[in-house]
């Protein structure tokens, strides 16, 4: 998963093997976004979700629709699980499955009236394996985590958003050092 922003937009791209057999399988699944970043609730030791549950306390505020391409604040808690197909409709109540996927956000958690304004799409490339969302902004992308699973549930993308430096500003970044550089030099030299 990729997740970078440029004059006012968010794209958020998922990749993997799943996506070159998608629309003929299962269906997708929405993506979830915590503008507090990625807080895994069971955390393993190497710092993954050892269960992939999606639950309560991880902060999720936002869902970008692949169904009807719209972005809506996330305040219903009406989730479709992923491996059952039911409701996750109170948050409280929430568990662990035998199988660990049945607390999936698969689609919903939003009232259809709530829809922020803006240009929303989900693009699935079979070819490219991939799975394109593209939002407005909701908040830095080095402070937001995000979730996905295909209606199935048996698979989870989850992470965090990082802040990557644009090519120029890496190039300033040298010339800026390489000028301190021949400073320092030419202090050493007096």
Not at 34 to 57: C, K, M, Y
Not at 163 to 176: A, C, I, N, S
Request: aromatic letters at 12%.
């Amino acid at each position: 998963m990729t997740a970078t922003q440029s004059g006012g937009t968010t794209t958020v791209v998922l990749y993997g093997g799943y996506f070159a057999h998608a629309g003929t399988t299962t269906g997708f699944g929405d993506l979830y976004i915590s503008t507090t970043g990625w807080q895994v609730s069971t955390p393993s030791a190497d710092g993954h979700d050892a269960l992939d549950q999606f639950t309560n306390t991880e902060g999720w505020n936002y869902v970008v629709s692949c169904q009807n391409q719209k972005l809506y604040p996330l305040d219903n808690f009406d989730f479709i699980n992923g491996t059952s197909g039911s409701k996750l409709t109170d948050p409280s109540t929430w568990t662990i499955g035998a199988a660990g996927r049945t607390a999936q956000a698969w689609t919903g958690g939003y009232f259809p009236g709530s829809q922020l304004p803006g240009v929303v799409t989900a693009v699935w490339d079979q070819s490219a394996e991939t799975l394109t969302f593209t939002f407005p902004d909701v908040g830095p992308v080095d402070q937001l985590g995000f979730h996905w699973t295909m209606a199935c549930g048996n698979d989870v993308i989850e992470g965090q958003g990082h802040t990557v430096p644009e090519p120029g500003t890496l190039l300033l970044l040298g010339f800026g050092l390489a000028g301190l550089g021949l400073y320092r030099r030419r202090a050493v030299r007096k």
